[in-house]
Every structure is written in C-alpha cells, then in structure tokens.
C-alpha cells in the first residue's frame, strides 16, 4: 500500500515538534501528511489538499482553532476533524465540539491513541458513504418523538417545536445509538465501541461529557428526562421516547 492510497491528512500546528511527531504517525500508517503552520495557510491549503481528515491545534499564530475548525466543517460535513491540543479541560472540549470537531485528544500526544481515534472516525465516515446506518436494527422505527423534539434519522434531521437543532457527528451518532437500543441499558464501554469504534481503554469519562452535550441540545436537565443515567453502568433512553 502507497502512501498516497490512503489520502492525505490536514496537520494543523505550528509547533514543529508537534508537527514532525504528527506528521510521523500518519505517514507510518500510509497516509500523505500536509503540515500547515498557520490558520491562513491551513484554509489555502484546503481545497487543493482535500484531505481525509485533519488534526488541529487550538492555538494558532494568526487566530485560533475554533475558527479554522468552523470554517473547515462549513465547507466539508463529513471529513473527520479532531483537534490536538494541551488545553484538556471539558469547556474547551464542549467549545470544539460545538465548532464541529469530532474528537478532542489532549497533549501530550500518546500515539496509539491518537491513531486509533483517527481510524475509527475514517471508519464512520466510510460506512455513512456507504448508506450505512451504523446501529441500526432490522426493523427499528427511523422516526421519534422525544416532547417537543422530533428525530428523523434517515433525513439526519433534528427539530425541536419546530426548529432544527444542530447536532454534531457524534452526538447524533449516540441519539441514534440510543434510539436503536431504546429500553436497554447500555453501558459506557457499548457506546465507546458502538458509537466511538474505540476500546474500553480509551476512558469512559468522554462518554459522559457527549451524553451532556446531547441532552442539552435536545433540553434535557442534567437528571435526564429521557436520558437516563444507570448508575455504575451507562445510561438507557426511556421507551416513551422511542
């Protein structure tokens, strides 16, 4: 296998350090690394590059990752975006994902980790462009009413009174995860395989931080209306919901 048979990936950092370890990685996993140091080259680069995915620092010398990130998803739905960054903390996380990251992987970078999140999300993206529909079971209702919200996930589509809610790549990937298990517990380490595609080593601790992503699009309170929470184990949506 060529590196260029596996795309090109988007490397979004202007520490050198950073972006030769980075740049390391995906070439060793047969992909074509375009390393960009800025926001400006980053977003020339974009459309010529076409990339597979991009891995993308917070700080950037000429504006910051949010709006490179922003920019990148307005143009490109699909492409796996996660950002590698120092800063950890779970605001942080919840403004990227809202800026349409897929994934938040703290620094220092641990390599398998980082790649294994990497292949995962390519493997997402490849089953949506193969009509997949990820979790779904034979015969389960592609439509729900959750209140006021209304789900359609053939269209993809969320509303709620009538107002389309934005929902992330994962965030709808857990809804339609849970819509499909509806009744059934499940548990945190199911939603990091089924809704992630990583391994229970991955921590859990990022499962419950999308679970309160997702309620809070959808209106829910912390104590999950719909949502709910089983403790020491995961969470299970309630029937009357599906």
């Known amino acids: 296998m060529t590196a260029a048979s596996r795309g090109t990936v988007l490397i979004v950092e202007d520490s050198e350090e950073s972006a030769a370890l980075l740049r390391e990685l ?19 680069s974009r459309d010529n590059v076409k990339p597979v995915a991009v891995l993308l620092d917070w700080g950037l010398p000429d504006g910051p990752g949010l709006e490179v990130c922003r920019l990148i998803r307005g143009h490109d739905a699909a492409v796996p975006i996660i950002f590698v960054s120092g800063r950890a903390d779970e605001a942080s996380i919840a403004r990227g994902l809202d800026a349409g990251a897929d994934d938040y992987v703290p620094k220092p970078i641990r390599p398998g980790e980082l790649m294994a999140r990497l292949e995962a999300h390519l493997r997402r993206v490849e089953a949506l462009r193969n009509g997949a529909h990820g979790t779904a079971k034979a015969g389960h209702a592609r439509h729900a009413r959750f209140g006021l919200v209304e789900v359609d996930l053939d269209a993809r589509e969320v509303r709620k009174s009538g107002r389309a809610l934005h929902l992330g790549a994962l965030e709808f990937k857990l809804l339609d995860y849970l819509l499909t298990n509806a009744g059934t517990a499940v548990s945190r380490d199911q939603i990091l395989s089924e809704v992630y595609g990583y391994d229970a080593d991955s921590g859990s601790e990022r499962v419950d931080l999308l679970v309160r992503r997702l309620r809070s699009k959808l209106g829910e309170t912390e104590s999950g209306e719909f949502i709910a929470a089983v403790p020491g184990y995961g969470y299970r949506l309630d029937r009357r919901g599906a």
């Open 26 to 44: 995906v070439e060793r996993e047969g992909f074509q690394a375009a390393v960009c140091g800025t926001a400006a080259e980053a977003l020339a």
